[in-house]
DNA sequence: TATTGTTATACTCTATAACTATA
DNA sequence: TATAGTTATAGAGTATAACAATA
């Protein structure tokens, strides 16, 4: 299962190297290619794109607030997409005994089970992450972080 | 300039690999971070998301149809987008003599420039880029083609 | 008949601003 | 005063369906 790394498409120093400005242009086509995926993964259970994702973050309940800074929006935004949620039954609000003003953010059970199925398909659908080695898993997250600093996490 | 490739952050086996559900979380933070900077480059120019993508693609001439099919989007949607380009005087329609019907969208010269701007400045976000040695890139290259496909191009 | 582009419609996402209820 | 969440509003992206012009 764990091959052993090749170094490289063919031989090290056959193709030449891409430059940043061609390996940019090919991260592009890698996140619009990532989003579509999602979206198409999502769709199948009739939700947008922003409903996956929030639905994806939930893996413990949390503030509406907490959303929109994860989501990088404004806190406005998140009471919709909450509200649609809801009226799926996918997501449920509890208010917080603690602190009356906000609201934890969960999952239901039906929630839980569509975001397995979205994590599931998703992963499917980049198979090709399945069949990297363990040192090319390693490398391209080291890779990623180096482009993507906040990545580190 | 071009560095030898430093296999792994510290020593190949140091840390343990992570697992292809974790390179997929990592890939989807990835491509939130690329789309984000996007936006925020976009942004200083009065643009969305989408009207810097669709700039970004207009190297060449090309119909409206052919853009719908680059942005994977209804033909319906890219009538508006191409409005508030040009509304901008960042494009302009110019009717195919060949086929009537086909309406080409071109870049302006200050489309031209921003198309520029915005590239150069994407790029310097994107500085780790820049840090990679040859090796390394031609690597990236290869990861991203296996974890997506498409890309191969 | 098929294709290109547009319009009309409805829904979602988005930020801003104003509001409430808590703290 | 400051924060959490909501509402109202306006603009932008999205798909569907119907349409005109052209092939």
Known sequence: MTRTVPPAPTSP??????????LMDQLAQAAAGYY???AVVAAK?????MQGKMLSLLRQPMS??????????????VTGIVDRLEAHELVRREADP????IKM???????????????AELMSM?????????????TFQHLLSQVFPAITS
Chains 1, 2 share one sequence.
Not at 64 to 77: I, K
Not at 98 to 101: C, I, L, N, S, W
């Open 13 to 22: 120093r056959a193709v030449s190297a891409p430059t940043p400005v061609q």
């Open 36 to 38: 579509r995926n999602f």
């Open 45 to 49: 259970r009739g939700l947008t794109l």
């Open 64 to 77: 509406m607030r907490t959303l929109a800074d994860l989501l990088a929006c404004d806190a406005s935004n």
């Open 98 to 101: 603690a602190d009356r003003r």
């Open 105 to 119: 953010v969960m999952l239901t059970e039906e929630g839980e089970r569509t975001v397995r199925l979205i994590r």
């Open 126 to 138: 980049l198979s090709g992450l399945e069949e990297l080695g363990e040192d090319e898993r390693r």
